[in-house]
């Protein structure tokens, strides 16, 4: 296929607003329906509890979730930390080892964010990613200095979101 061919880009998609997950996974039903190999890290996401992950595996997509079945706040747990450090293995894996035409780090900026990676490991990975590898890095509190190493930075930005009114997050639209 002509597209094997073409250089591999890196796009992080940041910010505050809702659906930064969304249009990774919507990427990987693209590269799907082009015949590419699709697998995703999910670095804060505990696996089999959101929708679209049972979906986007249906499709094809190899899904790895290494979060905790809990959410992070505040100041991480060491469980935490080690959780992310495995992601982070396992992701440079991947991203060097050229099998995968798009590989999706999900919520690998929140890990940042949380002070759970190093910068720099991040850095590394990028710039050792295979040639043809499509590379995808989601969440918010991405570090700037990231962007000068990425071709896409999309940055989502809430102006409205139902949560300010009260409304809770709902089955089908927000997990």
């Given at each position: 296929?002509?597209?094997?061919?073409?250089?591999?880009?890196?796009?992080?998609?940041?910010?505050?607003?809702?659906?930064?997950?969304?249009?990774?996974?919507?990427?990987?039903?693209?590269?799907?329906g082009s015949g590419g190999r699709?697998?995703?890290?999910?670095?804060?996401?505990?696996?089999?509890?959101?929708?679209?992950?049972?979906?986007?595996?249906?499709?094809?997509?190899?899904?790895?979730?290494?979060?905790?079945?809990?959410?992070?706040?505040?100041?991480?747990?060491?469980?935490?930390?080690?959780?992310?450090?495995?992601?982070?293995?396992?992701?440079?894996?991947?991203?060097?080892?050229?099998?995968?035409?798009?590989?999706?780090?999900?919520?690998?900026?929140?890990?940042?964010?949380?002070?759970?990676?190093?910068?720099?490991?991040?850095?590394?990975?990028?710039?050792?990613?295979?040639?043809?590898?499509?590379?995808?890095?989601?969440?918010?509190?991405?570090?700037?200095?990231?962007?000068?190493?990425?071709?896409?930075?999309?940055?989502?930005?809430?102006?409205?979101?139902?949560?300010?009114?009260?409304?809770?997050?709902?089955?089908?639209?927000?997990?």
């Amino acid at each position: 296929m002509a597209w094997k061919e073409k250089l591999g880009l890196v796009h992080i998609y940041t910010g505050n607003g809702k659906g930064k997950t969304t249009a990774a996974f919507g990427l990987a039903v693209r590269m799907l329906g082009s015949g590419g190999r699709v697998i995703i890290i999910q670095f804060m996401k505990a696996g089999g509890v959101y929708g679209e992950q049972k979906k986007i595996a249906e499709c094809g997509a190899v899904i790895e979730s290494f979060g905790l079945p809990k959410f992070v706040h505040g100041k991480p747990t060491e469980e935490d930390i080690e959780a992310a450090r495995k992601a982070l293995a396992r992701a440079k894996e991947v991203v060097s080892s050229g099998e995968w035409d798009l590989v999706i780090l999900d919520e690998i900026c929140v890990a940042l964010g949380f002070k759970m990676l190093d910068v720099e490991d991040v850095k590394e990975l990028i710039r050792n990613k295979a040639p043809n590898a499509e590379l995808v890095l989601t969440g918010r509190y991405c570090p700037e200095e990231l962007f000068e190493l990425a071709d896409y930075v999309t940055e989502m930005r809430e102006v409205k979101h139902p949560y300010q009114r009260g409304i809770l997050a709902r089955k089908g639209v927000e997990y």
